[in-house]
């Protein structure tokens, strides 16, 4: 069976714009026709003006799937002067099984970092293991640190076909990204010739920071890779989402 997944730093739902828009991030996630969606820098259980659900909520709503949360921090969002839950989060056409939030190691005084692991039941019968992380965004030393603490938490399905996903905050020649390809990862954008090809700033594209990595060992799955620029993913986040295509056995 083929099915595709999407990485993408929804920024909040605020577009390069200004303006926080969850429909529109739903646009862009829904034009993409991704059956498994990675998000970062997500408010959770935070509202939108005007409304009194949860926005991560609504937009997986609206899009008819299923959504798990990992929270890294806590900050206020918008006017609210109350504080809410800020990380990464999960979104599925098929059955989350399971997840799990498993904090990173950083630097002191660093912004709080965490690991979302999520358990998906694939309709061919194979369980998809999901990991999905947004990096420090400063300090390569916290994030070579943090990329270590990932691939512990990863070794435990070496032996199945799983996905690393996110913002690294990392460009492919940087320790971070090494680590990662010298503990057998395949970067799906490498593969698919597709290095050079910037995720952020959707104003600007400069670099590209956004990844889909798999084991080396199970790199047959992977039968396309590309940066998602169809409008309005150019306005709708700074970043723009990555996409890969891929294929499993039917059991």
Not at 7 to 19: A, K
Not at 108 to 116: K, Q, T
Not at 132 to 141: G, M, P, T
Request: aromatic share 8%.
């Amino acid at each position: 069976m083929k099915f595709r997944v999407l990485t993408y730093n929804i920024h909040h739902w605020e577009g390069i714009d200004g303006r926080v828009d969850v429909a529109r991030v739903a646009d862009v996630i829904r034009a993409t026709a991704a059956d498994i969606v990675a998000l970062n820098e997500v408010y959770h259980p935070a509202t939108v003006p005007g409304t009194d659900r949860p926005a991560l909520e609504s937009m997986a709503e609206a899009l008819k799937m299923q959504v798990a949360f990992g929270q890294a921090a806590e900050y206020p969002w918008l006017d609210s002067t109350q504080s809410t839950g800020y990380g990464n989060a999960c979104l599925s056409r098929w059955t989350i099984q399971a997840y799990a939030v498993h904090s990173l190691p950083g630097e002191p005084g660093r912004e709080p970092r965490s690991l979302l692991e999520v358990r998906i039941a694939l309709p061919n019968g194979h369980p998809l293991p999901l990991y999905i992380v947004h990096l420090d965004h400063k300090s390569e030393a916290a994030r070579v640190q943090q990329v270590r603490a990932v691939v512990q938490w990863t070794s435990r399905d070496r032996g199945r076909p799983h996905l690393i996903m996110g913002d690294f905050n990392a460009t492919g020649e940087t320790p971070t990204i090494q680590h990662l390809l010298r503990a057998d990862y395949v970067d799906c954008s490498a593969q698919a010739g597709l290095s050079e090809e910037a995720t952020w700033p959707t104003s600007a594209p400069q670099v590209r920071i956004d990844y889909i990595f798999v084991p080396t060992t199970f790199a047959s799955i992977l039968s396309g890779c590309q940066r998602w620029s169809v409008p309005p993913a150019d306005v709708a986040s700074d970043h723009f989402p990555l996409l890969a295509t891929c294929a499993l056995p039917n059991k």
